[in-house]
């Protein structure tokens, strides 16, 4: 396990750079994606240290996927690897969702909807080989792999933001009275360059831009994008998907776009690499009165992470002290299995059952199956494998 900061910036920053052009398939997939990079390939981080990591962003608001790699940007390489991190991870799809509305009618086509078919097959292999991994580390046992069931059976049969929130909670709970932690030594560092006193100043400018966005009128339509997308970051639990209607409200609210506008940047989000919460470049370069829209494009997407990325920083000076706890271990445990049972939920609906109508499909995932997991090929040749097949087959 290498130090803490002993990774260079510009090593944080062409990793992510790399996840951001490559990982496909929305939040659930980039949580494979991570593992595989930072836990197995780089050695990182440990699996202790990864789930607690996947356990304090799944409690949190915020884009789950995208605080992981800002934490692990901060953890190794400071506030620089941190920026570097968000930035390089975030880039690729923020470039793209720019673009991404004058290329929308070509892809109505059957070769461009063939391509997004790929995708989505894309989808189903990184999260089938996520499901596996974190199942054999993360529900080594009795109680954490009924856990992952009850939890993946509760989610299909409650299919809800809340729902899965509930679950988390319940899962965390059960598992803090039954799981008995291993005596054996573990790694349970996470490591940051700044105390408790810096954790409680992040979490106050977070409260406190929260307070001034909300309750002081400002009029301006750049500070209107700052509220908007930073209420958006602040007060949704469970991802890209969840902030779908909240920010659907706001946008109609505001007159910037049209739903059909919307709903059509959202469709391009989950079709691009890159955290869904870059839907926010799409929206901020389509408001209308904007007197920059390069300027409103930035604010619409800073303000949409800021609130994560504050929380997470500030709840990680304190996690050292309460995660060598036993029933903080469980806490752990529980949430982790749900975490696992919750991708499992995922990966049959709506990944398998969107994205691999036929035996089509499923002989292309099985070869990108060996692709990624048994022949340990980096993610782009896997996209590259699932389009272009994807496409040929169309085309037969």
Same mark, same amino acid.
């Given at each position: 396990?290498?130090?803490?900061?002993? #990774?260079?910036?510009?090593?944080?920053?062409?990793?992510?750079?790399?996840?951001?052009?490559?990982?496909?398939?929305?939040?659930?997939?980039?949580?494979?994606?991570?593992? $595989?990079?930072? %836990?197995?390939? $780089?050695?990182?981080?440990?699996?202790?240290?990864?789930?607690?990591?996947?356990?304090?962003?799944?409690?949190?608001?915020?884009?789950?996927?995208?605080?992981?790699?800002?934490?692990?940007?901060?953890?190794?390489?400071?506030?620089?690897?941190?920026?570097?991190?968000?930035?390089?991870?975030?880039?690729? /799809?923020?470039?793209?969702?720019?673009?991404?509305?004058?290329?929308?009618?070509?892809?109505?086509?059957?070769? +461009?909807?063939?391509?997004?078919? +790929?995708?989505?097959? @894309?989808?189903?292999?990184?999260?089938?080989?996520?499901?596996?991994?974190?199942?054999?580390?993360?529900?080594?046992?009795?109680?954490?792999?009924?856990?992952?069931?009850?939890?993946?059976?509760?989610?299909?049969?409650?299919?809800?933001? @809340?729902?899965?929130?509930?679950?988390?909670? !319940?899962?965390?709970?059960?598992?803090?009275?039954?799981?008995?932690?291993?005596? =054996?030594?573990?790694?349970?560092?996470?490591?940051?360059?700044?105390?408790?006193? &810096?954790? &409680?100043?992040?979490?106050?400018?977070?409260?406190?831009?929260?307070?001034?966005?909300?309750?002081?009128?400002?009029?301006?339509?750049?500070? =209107? !994008?700052?509220?908007?997308?930073?209420?958006?970051?602040?007060?949704?639990?469970?991802?890209?998907?969840?902030?779908?209607?909240?920010?659907?409200?706001?946008?109609?609210?505001?007159?910037?776009? =049209?739903?059909?506008?919307?709903?059509?940047?959202?469709?391009?989000?989950?079709?691009?690499? +890159?955290?869904?919460?870059?839907?926010?470049?799409?929206?901020?370069?389509? *408001?209308?009165?904007?007197?920059?829209?390069?300027?409103?494009?930035?604010?619409? *997407?800073?303000?949409?992470?800021?609130?994560?990325?504050?929380?997470?920083?500030?709840?990680?000076?304190?996690?050292?002290? !309460? /995660?060598?706890?036993?029933?903080? $271990?469980?806490?752990?445990?529980?949430?982790?299995?749900?975490?696992?049972?919750?991708?499992?939920?995922?990966?049959?609906?709506?990944?398998? &059952?969107?994205?691999?109508? /036929?035996?089509?499909?499923? !002989?292309?995932?099985? #070869?990108?199956?060996?692709?990624?997991?048994?022949?340990?090929?980096?993610?782009?040749?896997? %996209?590259?494998?699932?389009? @272009?097949?994807?496409? &040929?087959?169309?085309?037969?």
């Amino acid at each position: 396990m290498k130090n803490t900061h002993s #990774i260079r910036v510009i090593d944080v920053l062409l990793t992510f750079l790399k996840l951001g052009c490559t990982s496909f398939g929305g939040p659930v997939a980039h949580l494979g994606y991570f593992r $595989k990079e930072f %836990v197995e390939r $780089k050695n990182w981080l440990n699996e202790d240290q990864y789930s607690q990591l996947l356990a304090i962003c799944q409690f949190l608001p915020g884009p789950a996927s995208s605080q992981m790699g800002f934490a692990i940007g901060l953890i190794k390489s400071g506030w620089l690897g941190a920026i570097s991190a968000f930035i390089a991870f975030t880039l690729p /799809s923020v470039a793209l969702l720019v673009v991404f509305a004058s290329l929308l009618p070509s892809l109505e086509s059957d070769i +461009g909807q063939a391509a997004i078919g +790929g995708l989505k097959i @894309v989808a189903f292999v990184v999260v089938a080989d996520a499901v596996l991994g974190m199942s054999k580390k993360l529900c080594a046992h009795t109680l954490t792999r009924l856990l992952a069931l009850a939890s993946a059976s509760a989610v299909l049969l409650f299919d809800s933001a @809340v729902a899965q929130l509930l679950v988390v909670i !319940i899962a965390g709970a059960i598992s803090s009275v039954l799981h008995h932690p291993e005596s =054996t030594p573990q790694n349970h560092s996470l490591p940051v360059s700044y105390g408790r006193k &810096t954790g &409680t100043v992040l979490f106050g400018i977070f409260a406190v831009l929260l307070a001034v966005l909300l309750l002081i009128p400002f009029n301006s339509v750049l500070v =209107t !994008i700052a509220e908007v997308f930073y209420r958006a970051g602040a007060l949704v639990f469970g991802g890209g998907h969840v902030v779908l209607p909240l920010l659907e409200t706001s946008i109609i609210d505001n007159q910037w776009l =049209t739903q059909e506008q919307f709903l059509s940047g959202y469709g391009a989000a989950q079709a691009i690499p +890159g955290p869904m919460f870059a839907l926010s470049a799409y929206v901020g370069a389509l *408001v209308p009165g904007a007197e920059n829209s390069t300027l409103a494009v930035a604010i619409a *997407v800073v303000f949409m992470f800021l609130p994560g990325f504050l929380l997470v920083s500030a709840a990680l000076p304190f996690w050292q002290s !309460i /995660s060598s706890n036993a029933k903080t $271990k469980g806490i752990i445990a529980g949430v982790n299995a749900a975490v696992v049972g919750i991708l499992g939920a995922a990966l049959y609906d709506p990944i398998f &059952t969107a994205g691999i109508p /036929s035996a089509n499909e499923v !002989i292309i995932a099985i #070869i990108g199956f060996g692709i990624l997991n048994s022949l340990k090929l980096s993610p782009l040749y896997l %996209v590259i494998w699932c389009v @272009v097949a994807n496409m &040929t087959m169309t085309l037969i």
